[in-house]
Each structure stands twice: as structure tokens, then as C-alpha cells.
């Protein structure tokens, strides 16, 4: 597989060699297994036990998510179009896709922006996480997306949720400020490698570049739609420092005010961001669980501070 991905793409294997040193072989390793399936029970609807009963009854093998009480890992040959899906009572996600929203750690009392939202994943998971309660506000530029985005909220059940289709730069402008905020933002998508290897091929380091440039405008339009005291978790599903560390750094050189908080989860291994200032930032390795590459950063607006 080293050899192939080298062949494939030598501009990628050149990068991450680089970024990952030693690493580097047991990262290509992982890209050759196939995604382990997931699901997270949607508690507006059903409970876990509800959902455990129907996949006994269709003959599914299950296992917990270590990091995530209400998801379960399944087995890959399992068919999972089955009518209580269809019903919203449990929501088809990768495990690692879950990490953001329980980072963000969304309350009740809450108001919160998914700032890039579209399919709904992490929107219909912190809804959940809200209990249905305060206000979940799911934005999406693309015209093209919305549709599936409103789709999975009805589909779960949410009625805290309000959908928007709007640039996310700028989106500041409508001077709404938010308790915490979610920007997943559009990336380069390594950590999606292991079912869609294309994503390999088509790497290039001028595209890692653009979407940094990207990357950086949201961010500062998501702080600025932050209330004093306000959370922001900025996340990819990618491997590059320039769309992870540098992106997290350059917020932090903008505004003096804002700064990084320690990511704990229970069950999962995470590691340092690789430089000092994002060092509180968590890279997640599919080496280390079994799942797609991920890299988070949970950053605080000072309370003392004013638009």
C-alpha cells in the first residue's frame, strides 16, 4: 500500500512523510482496512435499548463506541435501511464525526451555530446533545446541500433548529451571537480516504493551500459571531497543518483575547496539535482508534471582551 500510494501520488506521500516522520507507515497502513460502520442512537426518538432490540431482531452485530455513550459500532456487512432508520430512531455516522459535537459539549440553555452544516450530522447530533431545547441554528451555503440538511433534521426530529443559507463569511453581519459555535469546515478530507481512496489521487498542496485561505475567513467570521465567554470548535477531517494548526494559529495572532482549552474525551486517544501555540489542539490518527483522521480545537472568547 506505501508503494501505491507513493505511485498514486507522490506529492502526498512526500508531504506526509514529512509531517509524520515515523508515523508514517502505520498511517498508510490504516488506509487500507475498510471504514468500520456507526451509528448513534437519536435520543429525541428512541433509546439505546430500542434501537439494540432492532438490530438483534435483524440479525446485526453491535459493539459500543468507547467516546460516544449513545453511538455503536456495527458490522460492516450489515444492512442497515431498515424501517426504524427511516423512521429517524437512529442516524447512520462515522464515530469520528461525532468527537466534534461532544467537544462543543452544546447545553439546553443554549443558543448555537453549525456554521458549515450540511449533511446534518453533527447538526442532529447536537440537537440532541440540547435535549431539543434553546436554539440550533444550521447554516449552509450551498443550494445544492440544504435539501439533505433539512432532510436528516426532520428526519430526527429536531424542532430547535432553524436552517440558513448563507456564506459563512460574513455571516457576522446578521449580528446574532451565539454560546458556542461549530465550524467543521470544508477541507481536504484525508481522514475520508479509507472509503473514497480518489481522495488520495486528487491531493495537491495547492489545493491544501486555497482551502486554508478558506478556512482562515470562517474562522474569524465564526469568532465574530461569539458571545463574551463564548466557545468556538474549529474541526477537519484532515492531516495538514496548514488547514489545522495554522489556521487555529492565525486566529490566535488576530485576537489577543481568545485562547485554547484542553480536549479531553473519555475512551479516545488523542495527541498534541505539532506546534506550541496549538499545542492544546487534539489530532486524532486512525492508527490510534481505528478511524478516520480528525483534528480538533476548542477555543474560548475572553468574557471581558467586545466585538
Known amino acids: 500500500m506505501v508503494l501505491g500510494i507513493e505511485k498514486a501520488n507522490p506529492s502526498f506521500a512526500e508531504y506526509h512523510r514529512k509531517l509524520l516522520g515515523r508515523e508514517y507507515e502505520?498511517?498508510?497502513s490504516v488506509l487500507t482496512k475498510a471504514q468500520r460502520k456507526s451509528i448513534r442512537v437519536n435520543t429525541i426518538k428512541a433509546d439505546k435499548d430500542k434501537v439494540e432490540?432492532?438490530?438483534?431482531?435483524?440479525?446485526?452485530?453491535y459493539s459500543p463506541v468507547p467516546w460516544c455513550n449513545d453511538a455503536l459500532f456495527i458490522d460492516s456487512k450489515a444492512d442497515l435501511d431498515?424501517?426504524?432508520?427511516?423512521?429517524?430512531?437512529?442516524?447512520?455516522?462515522?464515530?469520528?464525526?461525532?468527537?466534534?459535537?461532544?467537544?462543543?459539549?452544546?447545553?439546553?440553555?443554549?443558543?448555537v451555530l453549525d456554521m458549515c452544516a450540511a449533511p446534518g450530522s453533527k447538526t442532529t447530533h447536537m440537537g440532541q446533545l440540547m435535549q431539543n431545547k434553546g436554539l440550533l441554528v444550521a447554516n449552509e451555503a450551498s443550494h445544492a446541500r440544504v435539501r439533505a440538511l433539512?432532510?436528516?433534521?426532520?428526519?430526527?426530529?429536531?424542532s430547535n433548529c432553524v436552517v440558513t443559507r448563507?456564506?459563512?463569511?460574513?455571516?457576522e453581519k446578521n449580528k446574532e451571537?451565539?454560546?458556542?459555535?461549530?465550524l467543521d469546515a470544508p477541507c481536504s478530507d484525508i481522514g475520508t480516504a479509507r472509503?473514497?481512496?480518489?481522495?488520495?489521487?486528487?491531493?495537491?498542496?495547492?489545493r491544501v493551500r486555497n482551502l486554508a485561505s478558506l478556512q482562515k475567513k470562517l474562522i474569524r467570521s465564526a469568532y465574530l459571531c461569539l458571545?463574551?465567554?463564548?466557545?468556538?470548535?474549529?474541526?477537519?477531517?484532515?492531516?495538514?497543518?496548514?488547514?489545522?494548526?495554522?489556521?487555529?494559529?492565525?486566529?490566535l495572532s488576530r485576537y489577543s483575547d481568545t485562547f485554547l482549552e484542553e480536549i479531553r474525551i473519555k475512551g479516545l486517544r488523542t495527541r498534541n496539535g505539532l506546534s506550541e501555540k496549538a499545542r492544546k489542539a487534539a489530532r486524532i490518527m486512525p492508527q490510534d482508534n481505528d478511524t478516520e483522521s480528525y483534528f480538533i480545537a476548542r477555543i474560548r472568547k475572553n468574557a471581558q471582551t467586545d466585538d
Open 150 to 158: 433539512v432532510i436528516n433534521i426532520q428526519k430526527c426530529g429536531l
Open 26 to 28: 502505520d498511517f498508510i
Open 166 to 171: 448563507q456564506d459563512g463569511i460574513g455571516f
Open 177 to 182: 451571537r451565539f454560546d458556542k459555535i461549530l
Open 195 to 206: 472509503k473514497n481512496p480518489d481522495i488520495i489521487r486528487r491531493w495537491s498542496i495547492e
Open 53 to 61: 432490540k432492532t438490530l438483534n431482531r435483524n440479525n446485526i452485530r
Open 227 to 251: 458571545k463574551p465567554g463564548g466557545v468556538l470548535v474549529y474541526s477537519t477531517c484532515t492531516t495538514s497543518r496548514e488547514e489545522n494548526e495554522e489556521v487555529v494559529e492565525h486566529l
Open 82 to 111: 431498515t424501517i426504524e432508520h427511516q423512521l429517524g430512531y437512529y442516524y447512520i455516522q462515522n464515530s469520528s464525526s461525532m468527537i466534534p459535537s461532544l467537544v462543543l459539549d452544546p447545553e439546553p440553555d443554549e443558543s
